[in-house]
């Protein structure tokens, strides 16, 4: 029988929601260090301030601008997951946000909505170019990389917590290792445990960030708040990055195709109809 | 006169490659009753519950536990 490992936790609100990180072997001064790093680049990556990053490279729209190595990979992955996705999963979706009123934190309000203005999405690799050091939205173009960037920071979080670690960015969680007794790290998925070794687990859902009829999922295909019958998505996947694309994908396919997506994409899979309390 | 053999040489095998070509891509018809779902969809070891707000399906590689869980997924 395994003995328990000494396990450090860490729990904080960054990002707007909560993040958790847990790791074997590790001071808490790591972790701490993974928090900062976390907040850090979460200043960078938001849509919410002028001065962020992702910020400016919008603003800078039609032109090269400028980017550090960080944005460069998420920018690089959400090229990645448009087509891990075929397309549903599109970080072009700023303008259609605008549209739907969501200007700024749901904390603060949102906005008078202009529904006419919202268009279906134009593909991501039309109106997005990157190259080393650089990056490019076209004209008329803006990025939002809403839970992509929580997924692919709880992967290089994890894996730079050491072998058996798990980080939690806001609902987007990567697993490494065995977990304190050696069978895996239990979370929770839907309601039940799950122990997860090597996997990440993401979940998508229109039940929250919502008002009114609208919320915060936006179908490319129309470019307003989708509606396919499915409400909420939790998958567990290879890493938090592909858990989070799988569920979204998923979300938005609906509830017949959503079933075989997920078997294809998945190791496990919650689908919340929108019937489903 | 050799022209002529090579000639003709050149279409008698023009000819039976083609014949050759069309009976075997007639025999070798896609087959209707090949599954149009993954495989994986019927793979032992899956089991789909009802969970709160909907339905849990679990692959053979992740476990179900009764342990009490560390943290959870969920939608922010």
């Known amino acids: ?277 | 006169m050799r022209a002529v053999l090579l000639k003709t040489g050149a279409t008698v095998l023009t000819f039976a490659t083609t014949v050759t070509a069309a009976v075997y891509v007639t025999s070798h018809l896609k087959n209707p009753a090949a599954p149009l779902r993954p495989t994986v969809l019927s793979a032992p070891g899956s089991a789909t519950f009802s969970a709160p707000g909907g339905s849990l399906t679990v692959g053979p590689s992740v476990q179900p536990s009764a342990v009490q869980p560390v943290t959870s997924t969920y939608a922010s």
């Open chain 1, 1 to 277: 029988m395994p003995h328990s490992l000494a396990v450090e936790s860490h729990h904080f609100a960054a990002l707007g929601t909560n993040c958790s990180l847990f790791a074997a072997d590790r001071s808490r001064g790591d972790l701490l260090e993974g928090e900062i790093w976390i907040r850090r680049l979460g200043a960078r990556l938001t849509r919410f301030s002028a001065d962020s990053e992702l910020s400016q490279l919008n603003a800078a729209a039609g032109g090269w601008f400028g980017i550090g190595e960080e944005l460069e990979a998420v920018l690089r992955a959400s090229l990645n997951a448009f087509e891990m996705s075929a397309g549903l999963v599109n970080i072009a979706v700023l303008p259609s946000m605008i549209a739907i009123g969501y200007t700024r934190p749901l904390s603060e309000g949102v906005s008078v909505a202009t529904l006419d203005a919202a268009r279906p999405l134009r593909a991501l690799p039309d109106v997005l170019s990157v190259r080393r050091g650089a990056a490019r939205v076209a004209d008329g173009s803006a990025l939002d990389l809403g839970g992509i960037a929580k997924g692919w920071m709880a992967d290089r979080l994890c894996e730079s917590l050491g072998p058996n670690a798990l980080a939690n960015v806001g609902g987007d969680l990567r697993a490494a290792g065995a977990g304190p007794d050696g069978k895996g790290w239990p979370v929770a998925v839907a309601g039940t445990t799950l122990m997860l070794r090597g996997q990440g687990a993401a979940t998508s859902s229109v039940r929250r960030r919502r008002w009114g009829e609208a919320h915060h999922l936006i179908d490319p295909r129309s470019g307003l708040p989708a509606r396919t019958g499915l409400e909420e998505v939790s998958v567990v996947a290879a890493g938090g990055f592909e858990a989070e694309i799988a569920a979204k994908t998923a979300l938005l396919l609906g509830p017949e195709l959503a079933p075989v997506y997920c078997a294809a994409h998945a190791f496990a899979w919650s689908l919340g109809a929108a019937d489903d309390d």
